[in-house]
T-cell receptor, first 116, second 116 residues
Framework: KAGVTQTPRYLIKTRGQQVTLSCSPI?????VSWYQQTPGQGLQFLFE???????NKGNFPGRFSGRQFSNSRSEMNVSTLELGDSALYLC???????????????FGPGTRLTVL | AQSVTQLGSHVSVSEGALVLLRCNYS??????LFWYVQYPNQGLQLLLK??????LVKGINGFEAEFKKSETSFHLTKPSAHMSDAAEYFC??????????????FGKGTTLSVSS
């Protein structure tokens, strides 16, 4: 079974621009989460989508948004880019079966965003 | 709010030596705990997870971790280090379960170096 895929893998943008990152979850997985990884702040949760609805959100400004499509694929968008948005953006998918316990999150390779 | 503290941002061991990576958590509810490994320019790979039941959890590549509620710890160990174990290791706690979302709260990470 194919793993989580993220496109593009690398991206360079300038301040003020906007960017859209894409994530395709493992087949059958219904939940997609996004994380930002930076040297200073480490790994931080952005948001989670399940059945096309945002079900959980981290502490990030409104410039960060996302959506999920009916096939569970997800996109995240960052508007008005700032230098501090340079980071590795990781997507993770999980089954979200609804059973007791916590589903394992499987991570993609990430998109490296550089803002100049 | 839940949090994770990883003691030691950098651990160095010799090949064949014991690996011990420390993780302490804070949680007001029974935690779900995870260890992930990240190799350079890659996403996160799950090593092991604790949900309920047996407190000694065995993972991939010879790693194991023991959940100690009294010490709020979930330290990762491997009896004999291999050069291929050199990577960054993250301890994480889950903030929610299924319907409430499954955001992971990560520690700052520990870089493991293995020398021959």
């Amino acid at each position: 079974k194919a793993g989580v895929t993220q496109t593009p893998r690398y991206l360079i943008k300038t301040r003020g621009q906007q960017v859209t990152l894409s994530c395709s979850p493992i087949s059958g997985h219904r939940s997609v989460s996004w994380y930002q990884q930076t040297p200073g702040q480490g790994l931080q949760f952005l948001f989670e989508y399940f059945s096309e609805t945002q079900r959980n959100k981290g502490n990030f400004p409104g410039r960060f948004s996302g959506r999920q499509f009916s096939n569970s694929r997800s996109e995240m968008n960052v508007s008005t880019l700032e230098l501090g948005d340079s980071a590795l953006y990781l997507c993770a998918s999980s089954l979200a079966t609804g059973s007791s316990g916590v589903d394992t999150q499987y991570f993609g390779p990430g998109t490296r965003l550089t803002v100049l | 709010a839940q949090s994770v503290t990883q003691l030691g941002s950098h651990v160095s061991v010799s090949e064949g030596a014991l690996v011990l990576l420390r993780c302490n958590y804070s949680s007001s509810v029974p935690p779900y705990l995870f260890w992930y490994v990240q190799y350079p320019n890659q996403g996160l790979q799950l090593l092991l997870k604790y949900t309920t039941g047996a407190t000694l959890v065995k993972g991939i590549n010879g790693f194991e971790a023991e959940f100690k509620k009294s010490e709020t710890s979930f330290h990762l160990t491997k009896p004999s280090a291999h050069m291929s174990d050199a990577a960054e290791y993250f301890c994480a706690v889950s903030e929610g379960v299924n319907q409430a979302g499954t955001a992971l709260i990560f520690g700052k990470g520990t870089t493991l170096s293995v020398s021959s």
